[in-house]
């Protein structure tokens, strides 16, 4: 058996030293084959019970493109791992030079001849956790408008927004903006009808009966426009970007486990029914 290869294949794996002796002689010492042999039996082990809800979201901004995906683990400490941070990093300047649209063909995506979903793999061996790219969404504007981004404890909460015009220091406060205050819609005004019963639905819910003027108060918190600016809060968010003579076209916010059914649903193999709730778009 050749050494070299037992140990790199451990440091790579992050695997015992049995089961990568057994891994390299069951393939008479052919690394690729041992490797994938490890990596595939790590996802299998424990696929129908380990949920991998944790992880980070991620933001790339390049031009007039703009990038929002997640990365799933199963545990916080993945944020603090080098391994881990420095490949969701590697798949975002990677992919926002891509013209890859969705998860699905971005996974598909080679970097160095390897494809993101196999350069994953890798990584959740070494990591010892199950991983996986879980959502990918990518956003575009005019030459003539304004991209903002703000990123959240490491990733658990990333968002985007879009001006009219190349401000990009007011943009950064209002991503900042609608991270802190948790903002859905972008104007009270324009909320669609179906939103405004589901609203309620769920304002009932969880109080049992709709008083209107506790529920217009909590649906005007919830409109980015109608909440007080967390800079100067003698002043509304559309007061302030007035008399900046400044309009927000768009909002997107990635949370981490969105959609997640209570963090116990979710499945690495099996697309959970919220990844279909992609971003938070505001018309």
């Known amino acids: 058996m050749d050494i070299k290869l037992l140990k790199k294949l451990r440091e790579q794996t992050g695997a015992g030293m049995l089961e990568c002796r057994e891994a390299l002689n069951q393939y008479n010492d052919n690394y690729e084959d041992a490797l994938k042999h490890i990596l595939d039996h790590t996802k299998k082990k424990d696929a129908n019970t380990r949920v991998a809800s944790k992880g980070m979201c991620h933001i790339v901004v390049k031009d007039n493109e703009a990038i929002l995906f997640e990365v799933n683990a199963e545990t916080d400490f993945v944020t603090k791992n080098e391994h881990f941070t420095s490949m969701v990093d590697m798949i975002g ?13 971005a996974l598909k995506e080679t970097i160095d001849g390897k494809t993101i979903e196999d350069i994953i793999k890798r990584t959740s061996g070494i990591i010892s956790e199950n991983a996986y790219l879980r ?94 600016w967390i800079k100067d809060q003698t002043m509304t968010v559309k007061e302030y970007i007035s008399k900046h003579n400044i309009e927000i076209i768009d909002f997107f916010k990635f949370e981490l486990g969105q959609g997640i059914d209570n963090k116990l649903n979710c499945r690495l193999d099996i697309p959970c029914d919220g990844s279909k709730i992609t971003v938070t778009p505001v018309y």
């Not at 300047?93 to 063909?105: P, R």
């Not at 008083?211 to 909590?218: A, G, I, P, Q, S």
């Open 135 to 228: 959502r990918f969404y990518r956003v575009s504007k005019d030459k003539s408008q304004g991209f903002g981004t703000y990123t959240h404890m490491q990733g658990k909460l990333v968002t985007l927004v879009i001006l009219n015009k190349n401000e990009n220091e007011i943009a950064n406060k209002l991503a900042m903006q609608v991270a802190a205050m948790n903002a859905e819609y972008l104007d009270l005004e324009f909320i669609d009808d179906d939103t405004i019963n589901y609203e309620r639905f769920m304002y009932e819910k969880q109080h049992g009966s709709i008083n209107e003027d506790d529920f217009n108060h909590m649906l005007a918190q919830k409109s980015l426009l109608s909440q007080p």
């Open 93 to 105: 300047q990677h992919l926002i030079n891509s013209d890859v649209t969705n998860a699905k063909a």
